[in-house]
């Protein structure tokens, strides 16, 4: 009996070597198709006919680590070119295969939601992330998506919850956005005339962010609305003094909401002592405007002879400052146009000479050829 089965193991041997060489066979044939589906799917997109790339990709027979890599770059390449329906075609293609890997599933989701996000279609790309989130609870990349669709929808509550969830996962700081947000809905309950609220969202815009000139401007806003005129222009000026910038988004307002004398004078003497420290040109025009309200316009010749000078000017504050010149000229009966040519010439200097016709890109020398939008014979003069 032994003899028998030692007679027989070069036969089983033989067998062995069969299947296996046929399996090598069927694995080389498949691969070699799956090359052939590749590179025909590439010469499609070499040659610019995205649609029949798009059949040979998706038509795709077994997807491995590699050709599902090249399948999310094409889904995006195709959303960047705006192509975001065939973008579409493939993320989903990709999602639905069955043969993905955890990590491949997830890349092909993120992208999908992009996709969505990118079409406009806002809730289905809320879902795709949202979906990622409830899977993985610790992963971060899904949070910053979905943090702009909600502050596309306005949805501010939720748009703070997930920055304070992103904040947790990534580490990064959220502050400053999350106490817009918190602006946002404390202006929302300002309209309404909720005046408590308004206070305690201010409190955790304030927490979130304590640096914030906005929730300066609003507590200002909230002051005033409570009839505490000396504690709002208090506050707006602290908002002034931490960011120049808002003097201009506030000036119409104070002059409106302050018409009282001793109000603008209080103000009036808030920014010159601001602009005298800073020399900010930004607040130079507002001082102007405010001196010619009350009466103090030669209060600022020796200001405007400097500024003239040495500052520079624009064609705000060179409207101004003509106006203090035209008065003292006025009284002294002289006429000295020196200064405010050489301003002039100085702003003009200043000011980019040429412009594209095509995107409006303005540059100080002439081209021929546009740097922004690359168009030919597009360069003309402002
Ligand atoms: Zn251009």
Redesign the pocket.
Known sequence: MLEILFLLLPLAFYSGWQSARKRYKERQEKRKQISVHFVRGINYLLSEQPDKALDVFLNYPEIDEYTADTFLLLGNLFRNRGEINRALRVHQNLVARPDLSKAQRTSAMLALGEDFFAAGMLDRAESVFTELLKDDPKRSDACEPLRNIYEQLHEWDKAIEISQCAQQRSKSDHGRLIAHYYCELATQELQKNNLFKVEETLKKATKAYPDSSRVLVLAGDLAYARGQMQEAMKTYQAAISKDSRLLGMLFSKLLNDFPQQDALENLYQFIKQHFTQSQDTRLFAYLLQLARKLGKLKEMHAHVDEHLLKGKPTLNTLAHSTEVLASVWQESNTCDMAQVQTALQRLANSQPEFQ??????KMHDYLWR??????WD??ANV
């Not at 594209?356 to 890109?361: E, I, L, P, Q, S």
């Not at 546009?370 to 168009?375: E, F, K, S």
Request: net charge neutral; aromatic share 8%; hydrophobic share 15%.
């Open positions: 594209c016709g095509h995107c409006g890109y546009c740097p922004a939008c690359h168009q597009s360069v």
